[in-house]
């Protein structure tokens, strides 16, 4: 099956600094990946959806600025946070949307196993 | 908005017993319904899809059926084994096709006793 991989799977650090997170799918190419933000006991909130080649679509309420999206290649997008606080400690994970032929055509995502951000 | 909303766990069974999952959805338009896994330490995994109502999905024993007149899509299955074990998230798409962002429930902790 496809693999979405996410690179780190946990970082920790400090107040204002900025914290790079990359998704790869390893064995198919992507359109177009998503980003999701998950907080504790709580639904996956979809934060932007990014296309390779242009800019990203961001959820109403999510800050561009603050959450920058590159999806430079069909295999990598990377979700930047920029001056991080602790507000952004959270689980991001990301999914990739591949065409499947069955049952009449669908664009199934895979989902990365997600990154553990911890802003001190 | 899209909304789904899911029983929250976490929901203990014993092995072999039957399983149902409630999920309820608001949306406009007609969406595609979801179930997908997530084991301890791995990703998300679909585990069935439903493209139109009453349209009924299935996977490794699980069933789900998409009602349209009571916007429901509840996860069922027969007999459950250990290996079950996992949280299960309902979602939605607003296109046809699964070609955006999903909008998912809070997800149910299934823990199932041998």
């Known amino acids: 099956g496809a693999v979405v991989s996410q690179h780190p799977s946990w970082v920790i650090c400090k107040s204002g600094t900025s914290v790079k997170i990359e998704c790869r799918s390893l064995?198919?190419?992507?359109?177009?990946m998503f980003w999701y933000r998950q907080f504790p006991k709580q639904s996956l909130m979809l934060m932007a959806t990014?296309?390779?080649?242009?800019?990203?679509?961001?959820e109403q309420g999510v800050e561009k600025d603050k959450f920058l999206i590159n999806h430079a290649s069909l295999t990598l997008s990377t979700l930047t946070v920029t001056s991080a606080h602790p507000e952004d400690s959270s689980f991001y994970i990301c999914?990739?949307?591949?065409?499947?032929?069955?049952?009449?055509?669908?664009?199934?995502?895979?989902f990365g196993p997600g990154t553990r951000l911890t802003v001190l | 908005g899209d909304s789904v909303t899911q029983m929250e766990g976490p929901v203990t069974l014993s092995e072999e017993a039957f399983l149902t999952i409630n999920c309820t959805y608001t949306?406009?338009?007609?969406?595609?319904l979801f179930w997908y896994v997530q084991y301890p330490g791995e990703g998300l995994q679909l585990l069935l899809k439903?493209?139109?109502?009453?349209d009924k999905g299935s996977n490794k024993g699980f069933e789900a059926t998409y009602r349209k007149e009571t916007t429901s899509f509840h996860l069922e299955k027969g007999s459950v084994q250990v290996s079950d074990s996992a949280v299960y998230f309902c979602?939605?798409?607003?296109?046809?096709?699964?070609?955006?962002?999903?909008?998912f429930g809070k997800g149910t902790h299934l823990i199932i006793q041998p």
């Open positions: 949306a406009t338009g007609y969406p595609s």
């Open positions: 979602a939605l798409s607003g296109l046809g096709g699964g070609a955006d962002g999903l909008t």
């Open positions: 064995d198919f190419q992507a359109t177009t």
């Open positions: 999914s990739a949307s591949s065409f499947v032929g069955t049952s009449g055509g669908f664009n199934e995502q895979f």
């Open positions: 990014s296309n390779e080649g242009s800019k990203a679509t961001y």
């Open positions: 439903a493209t139109k109502a009453d």
